[in-house]
């Protein structure tokens, strides 16, 4: 059976320990050399990016998240092993772990630390797909020949280099396809390396649950569950018409996938559908004040997230999420395309006045969707609102001396309600 | 209830009433028609709760009374019926069933109880008056296709009709605008109108009302309160809530200062514009004016679909000037212009133009440009 050492990346014939540095990092797998579709996933990654600029954390529980009415972002392995969860309310959390050590995410620095590693794996393929920060399809189909090694070698060696170069762990899923892959990565976490061959798929997916599958959350969980689709076995026993019928779309895929089928590409360039950020409060709130600053701010983060793409979107959004965690959204399709904070922002607090609960709320987002190139955003003018122009201007302006000097030189009051 | 109708009377009542219903109901009754049998009548009533239409047409009754039925499915079956049928519509007030007949054809319809049916409550009119077909239909066909669509500006989702002073006395005048364009259409006040209060005609009842108007010599009474507004013809009532919101102040919107005069053939300059548009991009599809004397180049450069160019000529007798628009809106205001020259009147690149008909000022059009 083909194998390869983890820490020396020699390949071998079988062998519990690498003939050359007598490592036990041993992979061994029939298909090891043949398959070529992989998802790499960084090892708790907030924690670990902060653990890793202050060494003074390394044995310490930290949990990246925000506030006390926040949730938890990321948990190290420290926290996780106390129970500590993502998602999980922080109050919760800090009941599990006390001692833990709480930081605010810091976004802006792992997006920095993600391009590092993103440069890493650009020097494997050029097929990669980014899932979020820390994680990605990588294809590395035919690229043995560019390498002289196949891809397992050279994921193992991403993996090590992350590791010597950016002190950072991951860990990888090498499959025959995407839907695999990724949950090939999640086996052996951390600083796993897992393989699922196509031999072994049938197997390995029989007693599966559904829930297996990225995409099928609680709600559609649910309603297979009430056909008695629990398994992927369970799954088998469909018509593939039969699935069609009953779950649409989703029926079809689901026919492939219990197969161990997934003929989704791996895309360099999948296009950004919706540029949108939200913010969830310390406390609720319905004081229509606060609420609006919010407006300004965050439409001003999807504003110069749009503005740094060069795009622009022709619908806007705002969503609000109330006490008891029940959501409303509100849309509206703008004339034209835009970008402008200044457009976002009235829309989106139009749309807000629209809306007729009182609140209070626990969470505002506004995002701009339908996306498209900047070239003609923004172009109508308003006849109605003659300021808009001037506004505009003072916008361009605000937008150049923040180039210059940075982001927080120039503030609207608004923004600092 | 029992009676006999042609059928090309029932279709021509079922249609109005079956175009009112909302198709999408939460309230099963309100995708019914209220059907009403009495002497020498039939009415059709139908409502969407901001507006009801009630068309009366004559039948042969042989037992009054009253029930709903689905307005789609009846329209459908009466649509399907061969013309010139007669149609007898009866039910015996237990089974809950309203029976179809035509020829050899026999439906049988759920019913729902008449009692369930929401009724529009009778508003005090403060307004009264009558205007001929025609007026009204240039009125709101001139305006409608301004109105917004954007629910954000509620206040803008219809036509404002109200009373406003012009240069030759107090005029009735109707305005439309998604603050891109803006339409204003004048007509002669009507006796009666003067004391009428503005207000904002929704889009659907604008579409809805002008099926009251094919008919030139018809004469419409028209109904105003604060909440309502009424049309009626000897058949049709159509009654209808009125936008609850403020109309903007749309007069300072028309610019009074913009001197560059430039006169068009209005189907000329419509059809160059619809040409070069063909390669803007489809969203923004901007149109770029340039005018020098005598001379209006049209072109669209769109970087990734191409480039269009065409010359007209035209009457302008000012200084150089470029000035780009969204094409649709061009196109749609060109099309107003039905007698004379289209005149449009230009002041700066960045500032609002104005068209009008010949001078004929009782029908102005204002088009805000884009950057190009």
Known sequence: MPALCRDCLATFKDGARCPSCRSPRVLSHPELFDLSIAHMDCDAFYASVEKRDDPDLADKPVIIGGGRRGVVST????????????????????KLCPDAVVIAPRGSHYAKVSKDIRALMNELTPLIEPLSLDEAFLDMTGTQKLHHAPPAVMLARLIKRMQDELGLSGSIGLSHNKFLAKVASDLDKPRGFSIIGKAETADFLHDKPVGLIWGVGKVTQASLEKAGIRTFTDLLRWERDDLFVRFGAMGERLWHLARGQDKRRISANDPVKSISHETTFSTDTSDSKILDGHLWRLSENVSDRAKARKMAGRVVTVKLKRSNHTALSRRVSLSDKTQSTDRIYRTARALFDLVADQGPFRLIGVGISDLGSDIDADMAGDLLDPDAGRRRAAEQATDQIRARFGKDVIKKGRAIR | MKFSIERAALLGAISQAQSVVERRNTI???????????????SMRATDLDIEVVDKVPAQVERAGATTVSAVTLHEIVRKLPDGALVQL??????????????????SLATLPK??????????????????????????????FAISTEETRYYLNGVYMHVSESEGGKVLRCVATDGHRLARIDADLPEGAADMVGVIVPRKTVGELRKLLDDDDMIVAVSVSETKIRF??????LTSKVIDGTFPDYTRVIP???TKRMEVDAAEFASAVDRVATVSSERSRAVKLSLEEDKLTLSVNAPDAGAAEE????????????????????????????????????NASGDPALMREGNDTSAVYVVMPMRV
């Open chain 2, 232 to 237: 009626a013809t000897p058949d049709i009532t």
């Open chain 2, 311 to 346: 010359e007209l000529t035209v009457a302008y007798g000012d200084e150089k000037l470029e000035i780009g628009f969204n094409a649709k809106y061009l196109l749609e205001i060109a099309n107003q212009v039905d007698r004379e020259n289209a005149v449009f009147m230009f």
């Open chain 2, 115 to 144: 009692e369930d049916f929401p009724v529009m409550a009778n508003s005090e009119y403060s307004a009264n008056f009558s205007a001929p077909a025609p007026v009204l239909r240039r009125l709101f066909d001139k305006s409608k």
């Open chain 2, 28 to 42: 099963p009754i309100l995708a019914n028609v209220l059907i009403e049998a009495e002497g020498a009548n039939v």
């Open chain 2, 90 to 107: 009866s039910d015996d007030g237990v089974s809950g069933r309203l029976t179809v007949e035509a020829g050899r054809s026999n439906f």
């Open chain 1, 75 to 94: 948990a190290c392995y420290i926290a996780r092993l106390r129970g500590v969860k993502s998602a999980m309310p922080m109050f919760q959390a800090l």
């Open chain 2, 256 to 258: 009074q200062g913009n």
